[in-house]
């Protein structure tokens, strides 16, 4: 086949993959709604107003102590893992209930009702909101993620850019690999349709 010919195939080949690069790069650079679909959440604190006498054990290499609407909380940093400890035993702070999870998750989405409005749900430590909303609870070392359909679709605009089309990722990579090589024929191809092009028009 002549250069032209591939050039041609090629050209017509990767314009969808080109063209959702370029779109989606685009939204990647301007970033509209990254503010609301990353928004940091975390659950309210309250000051300290109970005073602790904590001995650090050992291995122990970081000390939190939290007051929450739940009440008081001691995470610590143990070889590199969380732990949640009740500051009056020091045992292992057992997770929440249903009722108490709804507690501490209303309390931190009221910072921001218009995004987070009220929750409507809540299962295996996740909470569903009616503004579509998901916040997970990572007890161990009381933090807080959410995830709303903005977020979601940000995720998709991702995998869409970066060939992620399919669900395995090793087929993914291979699909990749192919694009670049179809890009980089592309390319050389038109250098070589260009260098002919001089040649001829300089006789």
Same mark, same amino acid.
């Given at each position: 086949?002549?250069?032209?010919?591939?050039?041609?195939?090629?050209?017509?080949?990767?314009?969808?993959?080109?063209?959702?690069?370029?779109?989606?790069?685009?939204?990647?650079?301007?970033?509209?709604?990254?503010?609301?679909?990353?928004?940091?959440?975390?659950?309210?604190?309250?000051? +300290?107003?109970?005073?602790?006498?904590?001995?650090?054990?050992?291995?122990?290499? %970081? =000390?939190? /102590?939290?007051? $929450?609407? *739940?009440?008081?909380?001691?995470?610590?940093?143990?070889?590199?893992?969380?732990?949640?400890?009740?500051?009056?035993?020091?045992?292992?702070?057992?997770?929440?209930?249903?009722?108490?999870?709804?507690?501490?998750?209303?309390?931190?989405?009221?910072?921001?009702?218009?995004?987070?409005?009220?929750? +409507?749900?809540?299962?295996?430590?996740?909470?569903?909101?009616?503004?579509?909303? %998901? =916040?997970? /609870?990572?007890? $161990?070392? *009381?933090?807080?993620?959410?995830?709303?359909?903005?977020?979601?679709?940000?995720?998709?605009?991702?995998?869409?850019?970066?060939?992620?089309?399919?669900?395995?990722?090793?087929?993914?990579?291979?699909?990749?690999?192919?694009?670049?090589?179809?890009?980089?024929?592309?390319?050389?191809?038109?250098? +070589?349709?260009?260098?002919?092009?001089?040649?001829?028009?300089?006789?």
């Amino acid at each position: 086949m002549e250069i032209k010919r591939i050039h041609q195939v090629l050209g017509i080949a990767m314009l969808i993959p080109l063209l959702l690069w370029s779109l989606t790069g685009i939204f990647f650079l301007i970033k509209p709604g990254y503010e609301g679909a990353y928004q940091k959440i975390n659950p309210k604190f309250y000051d +300290i107003e109970t005073a602790f006498t904590i001995v650090p054990e050992k291995g122990w290499s %970081e =000390i939190r /102590l939290m007051r $929450s609407v *739940l009440g008081y909380h001691l995470l610590v940093n143990a070889d590199g893992q969380w732990q949640h400890l009740d500051p009056n035993t020091l045992k292992p702070r057992s997770a929440p209930e249903t009722a108490e999870l709804n507690i501490l998750l209303t309390d931190a989405i009221s910072k921001d009702i218009e995004r987070y409005g009220s929750i +409507i749900q809540i299962s295996d430590n996740t909470a569903y909101t009616n503004t579509g909303v %998901e =916040i997970s /609870l990572d007890w $161990s070392s *009381l933090t807080l993620r959410q995830q709303g359909k903005d977020t979601q679709f940000i995720r998709l605009l991702y995998r869409i850019h970066y060939m992620e089309w399919l669900d395995n990722p090793s087929s993914n990579k291979v699909l990749g690999a192919l694009a670049i090589t179809m890009l980089l024929t592309l390319s050389a191809a038109g250098f +070589i349709i260009y260098i002919k092009g001089r040649n001829y028009a300089n006789g």
